[in-house]
């Protein structure tokens, strides 16, 4: 045999035993991977047994308090789940997939092409919705979704069963991370969550994660589909040239998909329930209104804007508000003649810089103004008849039924949620910092306490983050509240108030300086269908107008109305000037039969100007000292504390003054639209409106305070943070 036949066979013997090695060690290792998964399945089923709570109703003994475990209705179907998700994953594991080239290639395709459907039933699954009830379009746009992760994963993957596999843990990774953060705040996991997810990890140790059956069970239906997709034969790897062109197919996908779902109203009729978004999760799927909740922070630049075009608009209106500032002869701006400071130079508390306490009431509103009613006795006679030291009217605000945040940050910063998305909540979606407001300007200027109060939890809405953006020194919730009245479930009015008196009377222990603090209630929180033991019916509905849920809601008007009385007598003995402002953040929603009944016609064919008959609530501010009486004061709450602040010529924030110009062409405006100074309906896209050009500049302004932090415009906001 010649030399050179010699060394073929020893190459051909080398790399025989080299093929042989490497079929060795992938035998181990797709050995070692079937004993690691038997092993999950055998711990997901020991796991089930040790957590009876799982399958077993837990009774505790009134008497011994010992606890027990009896049958439950669901004890039968949720052992039968654990015996088949981890009976089918050891048989997947070991079961060898022996059928025939032509049928394995077929199934395949099949089960590739399904994946996005177990994904979605992974989702709803932990969800816990009745997907089977969607409507057929809100079914087609969870899988169009769905299946646009699926063809990115096979995209970029180059293989079905790979992107079947990527889009099926994708979905169970976004269904246990909705589930978590929705069990540690309260809110289920939206867009604008994924802006904070760093300061999220670097907490994370701090919570405690607790697996439900159900929770448990959405990891073990995933094992089960990934077990499945990764015993099936695949087809062969692609060419290069194969490869760029589903990429390039890929892109061209990408952007028709993020432009109808983005930029058209494709979706945006689906409703987002901003406060409790994990119920809209389950009205509509977790895929859709995840990708529905990305226009929430997708706030549109004003034609033309730029850093130098806001810095114009400044100056343009800053000139007009500076010189009614310079010029400012109203009799209270006239008689302060007290020095504002004391000679260590603290603040005084003067009637020019009285003690100031907000409040908030929540879903506190006047129906009898929507529409006329018949109704044994006055719902709220202590305000209805409150003259003296008042000023008083109508604010219109920019939500109905709910999201009670947006009118606090109306309130507090001036703004309008009028150039805003919507449906959005600013505190959860572009507040991120310190942010100019009140609560900086009177805590610059001298005052304390600079207290936040509401009396539930303090994760809803963000509120824990964004009242420290805000500048509160201290946010007062539920838990520190010691044995207080409930009405309902909820904390009173009445007890909100002892708590604003209490730390009022604390503060003024070790200082004189003045005292401000914001409220917000929560006695007055819907639903009003329910029946309740504790509730007083002292309000009863004509005949004509009977409704369990308008009953309910008055009666509780009724009691914060008598709360609201008890706090201002309290207010009345304090020798310090104190002023209170008090308002309802939005209307009630209470039944469309109701207001359907009182406006004279069905809610759905309402005009837009009718609409906004349903976004007012009633203001006041009262002093205990000698002011200027106004009734019938028509605003939105964007202008209420420069409108208050003007009428008792108290100092403001210089964009505050701004807005007064503001006001004089546009008295009233929210996201519904605005009423011009000719008394006229207009909708904020009105572009022939004839104050155009002052919405437009409102608009420019507030961008560059909302979204262009590193150029804000100078002299309206530095000296308040």
């Given at each position: 045999?010649?030399k050179?036949?010699n ?15 490497r ?6 290792f797709?050995l070692?991977l079937q004993?690691l998964?038997s ?5 997901l089923f ?5 957590n009876?709570g799982f399958y077993?109703?837990?009774?505790t003994?009134?008497?011994?308090g ?8 669901k004890?039968f179907g949720?052992?039968?789940?654990a015996v088949s998700?981890?009976g089918l994953?050891?048989?997947?594991c070991w ?7 032509k049928?394995?290639?077929?199934v395949?395709i ?5 994946s996005p ?5 992974i ?6 919705s009745?997907?089977?009830a969607?409507k057929?379009?809100?079914l087609a746009?969870n ?5 646009f992760v699926?063809?990115t994963?096979t ?5 079905m069963?790979r992107?079947s ?7 169970c ?5 909705n ?11 939206m867009a604008s969550?994924i802006?904070i ?6 907490v994370?140790?701090?919570f405690?994660f607790?697996?439900?059956?159900i929770c448990t ?7 089960l589909?990934?077990?499945?997709f990764?015993?099936?034969k695949g087809t062969a ?5 194969k490869?760029?062109?589903?990429l390039?197919?890929?892109a061209?996908?990408?952007a028709?998909?993020?432009y109808?779902?983005?930029y058209t ?14 119920i809209t999760?389950?009205?509509?799927g977790q895929?859709l209104i995840f990708v529905r909740s990305?226009h ?5 630049k004003?034609d033309?804007?730029?850093y130098t ?5 400044s100056?343009k209106r ?13 009799e209270?701006?006239?008689?302060l ?5 004391k000679?260590?130079g603290?603040l005084?508390t003067?009637?020019?810089?009285p003690?100031?306490l907000?409040?908030m009431?929540?879903a ?11 109704v044994?006795q006055d719902?709220?006679?202590?305000i209805?008849?409150l ?6 009217g109508?604010?219109?605000v920019s939500v109905f039924g ?11 910063t001036?703004?309008?949620m009028?150039?805003?998305?919507d ?11 310190d ?12 005052y304390?306490g600079?207290?936040?109060?509401h009396?539930?939890?303090r994760?809803?809405y ?5 009242y420290?953006y805000f500048?509160f020194e ?5 838990a520190?509240f010691?044995n207080?009245?409930t009405l309902r ?5 009445a ?12 503060a ?6 003045p005292y ?13 269908a329910?029946?309740y033991k504790?509730m007083p019916?002292?309000?009863?509905l ?6 369990a849920t ?5 009666n509780l008007?009724?009691?914060s109305d ?6 201002i007598?309290?207010?009345k003995?304090v020798d310090?000037?104190?002023l209170i402002?008090?308002?309802g ?9 109701f207001y359907d009944?009182?406006?004279?016609k069905k809610?759905d064919?309402?005009t837009d ?5 349903k976004?007012?609530t009633?203001?006041?501010a ?14 939105s709450t964007?202008?209420?504390?420069s409108t208050?602040f003007?009428?008792l010529?108290?100092?403001?924030p210089?964009?505050?003054r701004l807005?007064l110009?503001?006001?004089k062409?546009?008295p ?6 605005y ?12 572009e ?6 002052t919405?437009?500049?409102?608009e420019?302004l507030q961008?560059?305070e909302l979204?262009?932090?590193?150029k804000?415009v ?7 943070l």
């Amino acid at each position: 045999m010649s030399k050179a036949t010699n060394e073929v066979l020893r190459e051909a013997n080398s790399s025989d035993v080299s093929s042989r090695k490497r079929e060795k060690r992938k035998k181990y290792f797709i050995l070692a991977l079937q004993i690691l998964a038997s092993l999950f399945f055998l711990f997901l089923f020991a796991y089930f047994l040790r957590n009876k709570g799982f399958y077993l109703k837990k009774v505790t003994d009134q008497e011994t308090g010992a606890i027990a475990y009896k049958t439950a209705k669901k004890t039968f179907g949720r052992i039968c789940t654990a015996v088949s998700v981890s009976g089918l994953g050891i048989l997947l594991c070991w079961i060898p997939n022996k059928l025939g080239e032509k049928v394995n290639k077929i199934v395949y395709i099949v089960s590739c092409l399904l994946s996005p459907v177990i994904a979605f039933l992974i989702l709803e699954y932990l969800n816990e919705s009745e997907w089977w009830a969607f409507k057929p379009f809100i079914l087609a746009m969870n899988f169009i979704i769905l299946y646009f992760v699926f063809f990115t994963f096979t995209a970029i993957f180059g293989s079905m069963k790979r992107g079947s596999i990527g889009t099926i843990l994708l979905a169970c990774a976004f269904a246990l991370t909705n589930h978590f953060v929705y069990q540690f705040r309260g809110i289920a996991f939206m867009a604008s969550d994924i802006k904070i997810a760093g300061t999220a990890l670097g907490v994370i140790d701090n919570f405690d994660f607790t697996f439900s059956f159900i929770c448990t069970y959405t990891i073990g239906f995933t094992a089960l589909a990934v077990t499945y997709f990764a015993r099936l034969k695949g087809t062969a790897g692609l060419t290069l040239k194969k490869y760029v062109l589903r990429l390039a197919l890929w892109a061209a996908s990408c952007a028709v998909f993020i432009y109808s779902f983005m930029y058209t109203d494709l979706i945006r009729g689906v409703y987002f329930k901003t406060f409790h978004p994990h119920i809209t999760y389950q009205r509509y799927g977790q895929a859709l209104i995840f990708v529905r909740s990305f226009h929430m922070i997708m706030a549109e630049k004003p034609d033309g804007y730029n850093y130098t075009l806001a810095q114009e608009v400044s100056e343009k209106r800053s000139g007009q508000a500076d010189l009614q500032a310079d010029t400012m002869t109203s009799e209270v701006a006239t008689d302060l003649t007290d020095d504002a400071y004391k000679s260590d130079g603290t603040l005084k508390t003067t009637e020019k810089n009285p003690n100031i306490l907000i409040v908030m009431d929540e879903a506190f509103s006047d129906l009898g103004t929507v529409g006329e009613f018949d109704v044994n006795q006055d719902y709220m006679p202590f305000i209805h008849n409150l003259t003296e030291n008042t000023i008083k009217g109508t604010t219109y605000v920019s939500v109905f039924g709910g999201r009670t945040a947006n009118t606090e940050y109306e309130l507090l910063t001036g703004n309008t949620m009028a150039f805003l998305p919507d449906g959005t909540t600013t505190y959860q979606f572009f507040l991120k910092k310190d942010y100019p407001n009140l609560v900086h300007y009177l805590k610059n200027k001298g005052y304390q306490g600079i207290n936040a109060i509401h009396p539930y939890y303090r994760g809803g809405y963000n509120r824990v983050n964004v009242y420290q953006y805000f500048g509160f020194e201290n946010f007062y919730d539920i838990a520190d509240f010691d044995n207080p009245e409930t009405l309902r479930k909820y904390i009173t009015d009445a007890s909100t108030y002892d708590k604003m008196i209490e730390l009022y009377e604390e503060a003024k222990k070790t200082s004189d300086a003045p005292y401000f603090s914001f409220c917000v209630t929560m006695q007055n929180h819907s639903s009003f269908a329910r029946t309740y033991k504790d509730m007083p019916h002292d309000i009863v509905l004509g005949e004509d107008y009977q409704d369990a849920t308008a009953d309910q809601y008055l009666n509780l008007i009724k009691v914060s109305d008598s709360a609201l009385e008890e706090l201002i007598d309290y207010f009345k003995g304090v020798d310090e000037p104190t002023l209170i402002i008090f308002f309802g953040d939005h209307q009630p929603q209470v039944s469309n039969a109701f207001y359907d009944k009182i406006m004279g016609k069905k809610q759905d064919e309402l005009t837009d100007e009718e609409v906004m008959e349903k976004y007012k609530t009633p203001f006041l501010a009262w002093a205990n000292y000698d002011i200027e009486e106004k009734d019938n004061v028509t605003i939105s709450t964007n202008y209420m504390i420069s409108t208050i602040f003007d009428e008792l010529g108290l100092d403001m924030p210089r964009y505050n003054r701004l807005l007064l110009e503001f006001q004089k062409e546009i008295p009233v405006l929210t996201a519904v639209g605005y009423r011009g100074a000719d008394g006229k309906y207009y909708s904020v896209d009105d572009e022939e409106s004839p104050y155009i050009d002052t919405l437009q500049d409102y608009e420019i302004l507030q961008y560059n305070e909302l979204f262009d932090r590193k150029k804000w415009v100078s002299g309206l906001y530095e000296d308040e943070l």
